[in-house]
């Protein structure tokens, strides 16, 4: 079993910068690939980035390209969601998720975070 628990979001105004991280425990954090997920309200569950376990590869939605950059820190078990340049339609709820040896995709995660919500007003 694996726990996660996102904190960092908030309310930005358009064109500022927020950076969301996400904790972990239980199992080993390094063997997990990683992920960012989106909700704007009526809409569903949207993938924004992944991180390989390592930290050598990642993967963005094409919209937050140039804007957004994932990290982890595995000697600390968190993950990180560095997003600048916010624009009113990054609101959403940011959920962490996690899988375990393969790359995170709708659908197949192992893990999700509760979730925090991001507001950029315009």
């Known amino acids: 079993q694996v726990q996660l628990v996102e904190s960092g979001g908030g309310l930005v105004q358009a064109g500022g910068s927020l950076r969301l991280s996400c904790a972990a425990s239980?199992?080993?954090?390094?063997?997990?690939?990683m992920g960012w997920f989106r909700q704007a309200p009526g809409k569903g569950r949207e993938f924004v980035a992944t991180?390989?376990?390592?930290?050598?590869?990642?993967s963005y939605q094409d919209s937050v390209k140039g804007r957004f950059t994932i990290s982890r820190d595995n000697a600390k078990n968190t993950v990180y969601l560095q997003m600048n340049s916010l624009k009113p339609e990054d609101t959403a709820v940011y959920y962490c998720?996690?899988?375990?040896?393969?790359?995170?995709?709708?659908?197949?995660?192992?893990?999700w975070g509760q979730g925090t919500q991001v507001t950029v007003s315009s």
């Open positions: 998720a996690a899988r375990l040896g393969l790359t995170v995709v709708a659908g197949l995660v192992d893990y």
């Open positions: 239980g199992r080993t954090f390094s063997n997990y690939y």
């Open positions: 991180i390989r376990w390592d930290g050598a590869g990642t």
